[in-house]
């Protein structure tokens, strides 16, 4: 290996830090042939046997092909290493990981859960060895795979964990789905992105033979270490062109041997020899042989079971020389050969595709149809998407496809939407949707009414108004049914309109189509009943909104009372009544309820679905207003996100540039909200609860860049709209338009107006519960007089450490208290304001409050005296000590507390230090003598 060597470093680097146990994600990005392959194999020469080294690889068929393929081997071999009930137990007690191991299956959950096993099993595995996970040629990954590998880079935080992904750059242009992935993992901080640069002259002399030829081999072969390879093995006649290169290389071998390449390049990058040689019509012997000289003239290398081609432009040449006949013929025979393994998982999906490739539509429909299954019980949901569009094409060229499929074509198509859906592709559901809308029989008037209702969900999905025009449709059409279907969908149709009206903050019409679902759901069976409780729910964040507190509140708990058991409800009840505790402004309460429905989320995997995503948001706002950062941080580090935004996305991704921005990160957080207008710019447009949220970040943004004037723009429009929805935002609204106002004067501007109109705004708020934390800030933000603005910040601070306050305000009003008192001449208090607003934002971590206090320091000459040192234990170092005393592991310390097993590891060592004693075991002596000591 030439050329390489700081490449080569990075890795080594990138070692030595996961065998610390600090996670690190590698990226080795080039054009084919640039030497991916062949730098990984050389690092891991240099690993040793001191890391545990664990390979997939893709195969190149994608969404079409076995999901999670290159995982399978991983999840095998750590099944070797640590046995049946050692992976089960290292995977958090879950046999999620057996649905990626054959024969066997999992007992449940979902996509989640088996991220989160894959994730813990790694990360348990390193506690007795660093591990090392390469997946190559990631850009052929089936969707799946890449949404674990990403979940994994995110979530394993502090594991003795090193993942080493290779990616072919050129095929991964703009707009595939992976591009998105790999930008999100270059982002985080413990990934680093390689891109293979092609070797310069010098190196390329020292690749080749005849280092007299390198001029002529590097202007060829543009430094691509494998044509340069390839072109100094044909000695003096260098080839045209690459295809004429590798065609060479294949033509040198024998006839008998050609064919049995072309044979495997049908199979794929990779194949089984038992399957090859079936597929050839070849016993043994002749396979080995011909093998042999293939291996010989270093067209394929050979492992344990399989061949693979040297490299994937060899298999693309190879497969151009086919016929067509032979191509239909090969194909079938490799369907052949997985038709019999279709107890197997996953190889009716790859089936599927080769007996397409043979023009046999009956048998694709049908391997298509058990790939459907298949994908859907394996988690692979992306993958059944795809089964379930092949079954839709294949539709009109098969005998009987009702009777082979069990439904008929709306029926198969609903339920392929809903899968494109799931994932996050709205727009392919709704075209699905909308075809079957064409299809329909006139006189089904419940289904056509069932599919409008889905046709406005996925408007609404897309950020296109006029949902609440296609349920009146829809409900017209349920009424003028008689069947036996109709009173559940009418019910259906009642609830979305409900969620519709919601959406546009209109209280009556939700409230009447929320109380119609409910009185009519329970004679409607299960569904119906589970429909009235989801519009109850609805209608108590629409009553929480618009001021009616203690009605919402009951509905919400009626809501749950409808079926206390089931999940769904429960956890929707989590979501909202977390939601609606926090617009009270009952942090510790909202806190308490999300975190407990993300354990069980988590338990269920099922976090990264919507309403998984919109607890995590919750529970890191209400903890970000208690002032416990930390755990904020890894509620958000450890949330089981996906690239698509939906429904709590929105929510999750605010929430994260609002930690962002006040920690003073202005660069990233400026990059996210950008993001964030654009993506839901749209959807804001008719949905009053985004309205606020954007509205309210933009003027946080221009605030913090000191553009006072557009931030008092952004927040007029709202504040003064004669509506009084959403007190809890409005509050949060004013404050920004308070501080816009004070941040004017100070410059010379006259705000007396602006001032006056943004105190009337106020007077109504003045009731809502949350209300005696905001205002005190806000008056004082608005008091033009700098005596009474102290004042005003000393009682803002003061409020803001009550139950319904916001810590990083508490620092906030002290240092613009410390500012008020510069401008009244009392030097003295303000410096002490100062100090104690500092050391407030410094403990939170509120980078942004930090910069303030320097500037504030810097306009007025102050001195900050740091305060002395507390050798008190903090209440997190209480907490956990008490789990060390319980036998716990750093890392699950971090599990328990939403923490990383670093930020664990910092704890203990502060724990040590001021307890005096020197291991974690004297430690738990003391805590467990300490706790002997209270309870007695």
């Given at each position: 290996?030439?050329?390489?060597?700081?490449?080569?470093?990075?890795?080594?680097?990138?070692?030595?830090?996961?065998?610390?146990?600090?996670?690190?994600?590698?990226?080795?990005?080039?054009?084919?042939?640039?030497?991916?392959?062949?730098?990984?194999?050389?690092?891991?020469?240099?690993?040793?046997?001191?890391?545990?080294?664990?390979?997939?690889?893709?195969?190149?068929?994608?969404?079409?092909?076995?999901?999670?393929?290159?995982?399978?081997?991983?999840?095998?071999?750590?099944?070797?290493?640590?046995?049946?009930?050692?992976?089960?137990?290292?995977?958090?007690?879950?046999?999620?990981?057996?649905?990626?191991?054959?024969?066997?299956?999992?007992?449940?959950?979902?996509?989640?859960?088996?991220?989160?096993?894959?994730?813990?099993a790694l990360a348990a595995t390193g506690d007795e060895q660093t591990v090392v996970v390469v997946i190559e040629d990631l850009h052929?990954?089936?969707?799946?795979?890449?949404?674990?590998?990403?979940?994994?880079?995110?979530?394993?935080?502090?594991?003795?964990?090193?993942?080493?992904?290779?990616?072919?750059?050129?095929?991964?242009?703009?707009?595939?789905?992976?591009?998105?992935?790999?930008?999100?993992?270059?982002?985080?901080?413990?990934?680093?992105?390689?891109?293979?640069?092609?070797?310069?002259?010098?190196?390329?002399?020292?690749?080749?033979?005849?280092?007299?030829?390198?001029?002529?081999?590097?202007?060829?072969?543009?430094?691509?270490?494998?044509?340069?390879?390839?072109?100094?093995?044909?000695?003096?006649?260098?080839?045209?062109?690459?295809?004429?290169?590798?065609?060479?290389?294949?033509?040198?071998?024998?006839?008998?041997?050609?064919?049995?390449?072309?044979?495997?390049?049908?199979?794929?990058?990779?194949?089984?020899?038992?399957?090859?040689?079936?597929?050839?019509?070849?016993?043994?012997?002749?396979?080995?042989?011909?093998?042999?000289?293939?291996?010989?003239?270093?067209?394929?290398?050979?492992?344990?079971?399989?061949?693979?081609?040297?490299?994937?432009?060899?298999?693309?040449?190879?497969?151009?020389?086919?016929?067509?006949?032979?191509?239909?013929?090969?194909?079938?025979?490799?369907?052949?050969?997985?038709?019999?393994?279709?107890?197997?998982?996953?190889?009716?999906?790859?089936?599927?595709?080769?007996?397409?490739?043979?023009?046999?539509?009956?048998?694709?429909?049908?391997?298509?149809?058990?790939?459907?299954?298949?994908?859907?019980?394996?988690?692979?949901?992306?993958?059944?998407?795809?089964?379930?569009?092949?079954?839709?094409?294949?539709?009109?060229?098969?005998?009987?496809?009702?009777?082979?499929?069990?439904?008929?074509?709306?029926?198969?198509?609903?339920?392929?939407?809903?899968?494109?859906?799931?994932?996050?592709?709205?727009?392919?559901?709704?075209?699905?949707?909308?075809?079957?809308?064409?299809?329909?029989?006139?006189?089904?008037?419940?289904?056509?009414?069932?599919?409008?209702?889905?046709?406005?969900?996925?408007?609404?999905?897309?950020?296109?108004?006029?949902?609440?025009?296609?349920?009146?449709?829809?409900?017209?059409?349920?009424?003028?049914?008689?069947?036996?279907?109709?009173?559940?969908?009418?019910?259906?149709?009642?609830?979305?309109?409900?969620?519709?009206?919601?959406?546009?903050?209109?209280?009556?019409?939700?409230?009447?189509?929320?109380?119609?679902?409910?009185?009519?759901?329970?004679?409607?069976?299960?569904?119906?009943?589970?429909?009235?409780?989801?519009?109850?729910?609805?209608?108590?964040?629409?009553?929480?909104?618009?001021?009616?507190?203690?009605?919402?509140?009951?509905?919400?708990?009626?809501?749950?009372?409808?079926?206390?058991?089931?999940?769904?409800?429960?956890?929707?009840?989590?979501?909202?009544?977390?939601?609606?505790?926090?617009?009270?402004?009952?942090?510790?309460?909202?806190?308490?309820?999300?975190?407990?429905?993300?354990?069980?989320?988590?338990?269920?995997?099922?976090?990264?679905?919507?309403?998984?995503?919109?607890?995590?948001?919750?529970?890191?706002?209400?903890?970000?207003?208690?002032?416990?950062?930390?755990?904020?941080?890894?509620?958000?580090?450890?949330?089981?996100?996906?690239?698509?935004?939906?429904?709590?996305?929105?929510?999750?991704?605010?929430?994260?540039?609002?930690?962002?921005?006040?920690?003073?990160?202005?660069?990233?957080?400026?990059?996210?909200?950008?993001?964030?207008?654009?993506?839901?710019?749209?959807?804001?447009?008719?949905?009053?609860?985004?309205?606020?949220?954007?509205?309210?970040?933009?003027?946080?943004?221009?605030?913090?860049?000191?553009?006072?004037?557009?931030?008092?723009?952004?927040?007029?429009?709202?504040?003064?709209?004669?509506?009084?929805?959403?007190?809890?935002?409005?509050?949060?609204?004013?404050?920004?338009?308070?501080?816009?106002?004070?941040?004017?004067?100070?410059?010379?501007?006259?705000?007396?107006?602006?001032?006056?109109?943004?105190?009337?705004?106020?007077?109504?708020?003045?009731?809502?519960?949350?209300?005696?934390?905001?205002?005190?800030?806000?008056?004082?933000?608005?008091?033009?007089?700098?005596?009474?603005?102290?004042?005003?910040?000393?009682?803002?601070?003061?409020?803001?450490?009550?139950?319904?306050?916001?810590?990083?305000?508490?620092?906030?009003?002290?240092?613009?208290?410390?500012?008020?008192?510069?401008?009244?001449?009392?030097?003295?208090?303000?410096?002490?304001?100062?100090?104690?607003?500092?050391?407030?934002?410094?403990?939170?971590?509120?980078?942004?409050?930090?910069?303030?206090?320097?500037?504030?320091?810097?306009?007025?000459?102050?001195?900050?005296?740091?305060?002395?040192?507390?050798?008190?234990?903090?209440?997190?170092?209480?907490?956990?000590?008490?789990?060390?005393?319980?036998?716990?592991?750093?890392?699950?310390?971090?599990?328990?507390?939403?923490?990383?097993?670093?930020?664990?590891?910092?704890?203990?060592?502060?724990?040590?230090?001021?307890?005096?004693?020197?291991?974690?075991?004297?430690?738990?002596?003391?805590?467990?003598?300490?706790?002997?000591?209270?309870?007695?």
């Amino acid at each position: 290996m030439v050329g390489r060597d700081a490449e080569l470093t990075v890795l080594l680097d990138a070692a030595h830090a996961a065998a610390d146990g600090d996670t690190r994600c590698v990226v080795i990005g080039g054009e084919p042939g640039i030497g991916k392959s062949r730098l990984v194999e050389e690092f891991l020469a240099r690993v040793g046997d001191d890391s545990l080294v664990l390979i997939g690889r893709c195969v190149g068929l994608g969404d079409d092909g076995l999901p999670f393929q290159p995982l399978r081997p991983i999840v095998r071999r750590l099944a070797d290493v640590l046995g049946d009930q050692g992976l089960r137990d290292a995977a958090g007690g879950t046999d999620a990981l057996d649905a990626l191991r054959p024969g066997r299956s999992a007992s449940g959950g979902g996509a989640g859960m088996l991220y989160e096993a894959l994730a813990s099993a790694l990360a348990a595995t390193g506690d007795e060895q660093t591990v090392v996970v390469v997946i190559e040629d990631l850009h052929w990954a089936d969707t799946p795979s890449v949404h674990a590998l990403a979940y994994l880079a995110r979530a394993a935080a502090d594991a003795r964990l090193l993942l080493l992904l290779t990616v072919r750059t050129p095929d991964v242009p703009r707009g595939h789905a992976l591009r998105g992935v790999l930008a999100e993992l270059e982002r985080l901080p413990r990934a680093v992105r390689i891109e293979l640069a092609p070797l310069d002259r010098d190196d390329v002399a020292r690749l080749c033979t005849d280092p007299a030829r390198a001029d002529e081999l590097h202007r060829r072969s543009g430094g691509v270490p494998f044509l340069v390879e390839e072109m100094d093995a044909a000695d003096a006649s260098v080839p045209r062109s690459l295809d004429d290169l590798l065609t060479a290389r294949y033509e040198s071998v024998p006839p008998e041997v050609r064919r049995v390449l072309r044979t495997m390049a049908v199979g794929g990058i990779r194949v089984d020899h038992a399957d090859l040689a079936t597929a050839a019509g070849l016993d043994d012997d002749a396979l080995e042989d011909a093998m042999r000289q293939a291996l010989d003239c270093g067209l394929v290398v050979a492992d344990a079971t399989a061949y693979a081609f040297r490299h994937a432009l060899l298999r693309d040449v190879i497969e151009g020389h086919l016929l067509p006949g032979e191509r239909a013929r090969h194909h079938r025979r490799f369907a052949e050969l997985l038709d019999d393994r279709r107890d197997e998982r996953g190889a009716a999906v790859e089936a599927s595709g080769h007996w397409l490739e043979a023009r046999d539509f009956d048998r694709s429909f049908d391997a298509a149809l058990r790939g459907l299954e298949d994908a859907e019980s394996s988690f692979a949901l992306t993958t059944a998407a795809a089964m379930g569009d092949r079954v839709l094409e294949l539709w009109d060229v098969v005998a009987d496809p009702d009777g082979r499929a069990g439904d008929d074509r709306i029926g198969v198509a609903r339920r392929v939407a809903d899968l494109h859906s799931h994932v996050g592709d709205d727009a392919r559901a709704l075209e699905l949707v909308e075809q079957c809308l064409e299809i329909v029989e006139p006189d089904d008037l419940t289904t056509r009414s069932a599919l409008i209702r889905a046709q406005g969900a996925l408007w609404s999905m897309l950020g296109r108004p006029g949902e609440e025009r296609l349920l009146e449709q829809a409900l017209a059409l349920v009424d003028a049914d008689d069947t036996p279907a109709a009173p559940l969908e009418r019910v259906r149709v009642l609830t979305a309109q409900a969620g519709a009206y919601l959406i546009l903050g209109d209280l009556e019409r939700t409230l009447a189509a929320a109380d119609a679902a409910v009185a009519e759901g329970p004679a409607a069976g299960a569904d119906g009943s589970d429909e009235a409780a989801r519009a109850d729910n609805l209608a108590a964040s629409v009553l929480l909104a618009s001021g009616h507190v203690e009605e919402s509140l009951d509905r919400f708990e009626r809501s749950l009372a409808m079926d206390p058991v089931a999940w769904r409800n429960r956890v929707r009840y989590a979501v909202n009544v977390s939601d609606a505790m926090i617009l009270l402004g009952r942090h510790a309460r909202a806190r308490d309820l999300a975190l407990g429905a993300i354990g069980e989320a988590r338990r269920r995997g099922v976090l990264g679905a919507a309403a998984g995503t919109a607890l995590s948001a919750n529970a890191a706002e209400a903890l970000v207003a208690l002032g416990d950062w930390e755990t904020a941080d890894g509620v958000i580090a450890t949330a089981d996100v996906r690239d698509e935004w939906r429904d709590g996305q929105r929510y999750f991704e605010r929430m994260r540039w609002r930690m962002l921005h006040w920690r003073g990160e202005l660069a990233e957080a400026r990059v996210l909200r950008e993001r964030l207008g654009r993506r839901l710019a749209e959807v804001a447009r008719f949905e009053r609860q985004l309205q606020f949220g954007l509205a309210i970040d933009e003027a946080e943004e221009l605030l913090a860049d000191g553009h006072a004037d557009r931030a008092l723009a952004v927040v007029g429009p709202l504040t003064h709209d004669g509506m009084t929805d959403r007190a809890a935002d409005r509050l949060h609204l004013l404050a920004c338009g308070a501080r816009a106002v004070a941040a004017l004067r100070s410059a010379g501007a006259d705000v007396g107006p602006v001032a006056r109109r943004l105190s009337a705004a106020l007077s109504p708020l003045h009731d809502w519960e949350s209300a005696p934390a905001w205002e005190p800030l806000i008056r004082a933000e608005l008091e033009p007089d700098p005596e009474r603005a102290a004042e005003g910040f000393s009682d803002a601070a003061s409020s803001m450490l009550d139950d319904h306050g916001h810590r990083h305000l508490h620092a906030y009003s002290l240092v613009r208290r410390a500012e008020s008192l510069l401008a009244n001449g009392d030097r003295i208090a303000a410096a002490a304001s100062l100090r104690d607003g500092d050391h407030a934002a410094r403990a939170l971590g509120a980078g942004l409050i930090v910069r303030l206090a320097d500037d504030v320091a810097r306009r007025g000459a102050l001195i900050r005296e740091e305060p002395p040192p507390d050798d008190a234990l903090t209440a997190r170092e209480r907490q956990v000590l008490d789990l060390v005393a319980e036998g716990l592991s750093n890392r699950q310390i971090g599990e328990r507390l939403f923490i990383s097993g670093k930020t664990v590891s910092v704890h203990v060592s502060a724990v040590l230090r001021k307890l005096g004693v020197s291991s974690r075991t004297e430690a738990a002596v003391l805590a467990r003598t300490g706790a002997e000591s209270r309870a007695s």
